[in-house]
C-alpha cells in the first residue's frame, strides 16, 4: 500500500493472514514458511509418561539404604538420586530396603529387594545380607550413605568382598566420581568404583517420574544374616538436642511447664525452649534451641508459644517439618512452619492430651 508521496506502508492483517495455517486447533503463524500444506486436522500430542518403567534393564544399580528412623531420611532421598545418575535410561535402580518401608516409588526405587528382618543391631550380618544381595543381583555399582551406619556397613562389604570403595562422593556422574582427600584440601576425579558411599548434602535426590518399585524375587537370606536391625533407644528426653528426631519446644507463651513435660512424654518427644525461658531458669541451658543454643537436625520440630526471634530460627534451619502454636497469626515462627495452629497453647496442649489418650 502507498500513499501520495509514494512512501511504503505494511497492513499487518495481511501479512498475519498470509502466515495464517489453516486447520489448527488454534490460531498458529508459519512465519519460517516450513509448515507447507497443513493437514485438515491437528495431530493429537504424543501420550506424556506418568511412570518410569525400565522392563529390560541393561545392568542394575544397588542402594543400600540406612532408614535408621523408619522413614527414608533425606540423606535416603540423596542416595537414590545418585543411583539414577549412574543408572540412567538404560539401569534399574534396586533399593535394598526392610518391608513396609512407604515412598520408594517417587524417590526412585524401580526395583525393591525386602531385607530379612532382625530385632538386634548385628553390623557383620548386614554386611552379610548385603554381601548375599550383591551376589544374586551382581550390580555394576552398589552406594552406601557416608553416614555412621552406613560408612561402617560400606567398609565391611568392600573388606569381605574385595571391592574397591570410593568412599565420600562428593560429586558424581555416569563416568565420572569426585571425593575429597589430604584432609579436603583436593579433590580426586575417577571413574564410579564398584562400591560408592555418598556424603551428605551434595548430590540432590530424585526429581523424576514416579518409578514402579517392583518387588523382586525373596532373596534365600542366610541364617542369622539380618539387615533391618531395630535399634531400642533409651529416654527421648534425655537426647541431646543436636540428635534428636522430633522436637517439641517451649516458649514464653506457655504457662503449664507440668502440662507440657506430659505433653512431651505422650509424643515421645525430645524437650526444647527458646532463650527467654533458659534466661529465666525455667527450662535447663542445654535444652535451648537457637544460634547460641543447639542448631537442630531434626526431622520435625513443634514450637509452642515460640514467636520466632531471628537467633531462634537460625537453630531449625535445616529442619524439614515445623509446626508452630501461637496466637499471634503475623508472628515469624508462623511464617516459618509448615503448619500453625492459631490458638492458646494450653488449650492445644490439652486438646492433644486429650486425643493422645483416647
Known sequence: MTEPNSRLRRDPRAERDRLLVPGAARLRLDRAGTTGTPSASPVPPAAIPRMRRVAAPAFLVLAVLDVTSGVLSAHDRQLLGAAHVLAGEAGAVVVLAPPGLAGLE???????????????YDPDGKAAAVMTAIASLDPRHVLFAESADGGDLARRVAASGH?????????LGA?????????????ERAAPARLLSVAPDRIGGYAGLPCEALALPETPWPPGCPFAAT???????????????????????????????????????????????????????????????????????????????????AGITGVPHVIAV?????????????????????????????????
Open 163 to 171: 571391592f574397591p570403595l570410593a568412599a565420600g562422593i562428593e560429586a
Open 231 to 313: 535399634i531400642r533407644s533409651g529416654d527421648p528426653s534425655q537426647l541431646p538436642l543436636t540428635e534428636a528426631a522430633f522436637v517439641v519446644a517451649a516458649g514464653d507463651g506457655l504457662t503449664d511447664f507440668d502440662m507440657f513435660a506430659r505433653l512431651v512424654t505422650a509424643l515421645g518427644a525430645t524437650p526444647g525452649a527458646s532463650r527467654v525461658l533458659c534466661d529465666a531458669g525455667l527450662m535447663p541451658r542445654d535444652r535451648q534451641v537457637g544460634a547460641s543454643g543447639s542448631v537442630l537436625a531434626a526431622e520435625c520440630y513443634v514450637a509452642v508459644g515460640i514467636s520466632g526471634a531471628p537467633q531462634h530460627l
Open 106 to 120: 517417587t524417590a526412585g526405587a524401580d526395583r525393591v529387594l525386602t531385607s530379612a528382618p532382625s530385632d538386634g
Open 326 to 358: 501461637n496466637t499471634d497469626l503475623h508472628a515469624a515462627m508462623v511464617a516459618r512452619a509448615g503448619l500453625a495452629v492459631i490458638a492458646d497453647a494450653q488449650d492445644v496442649m490439652r486438646a492433644l492430651l486429650a486425643q493422645l489418650s483416647a
Open 175 to 187: 563416568n565420572f566420581a569426585v571425593r575429597p582427600c589430604s584432609a579436603g584440601r583436593f579433590e
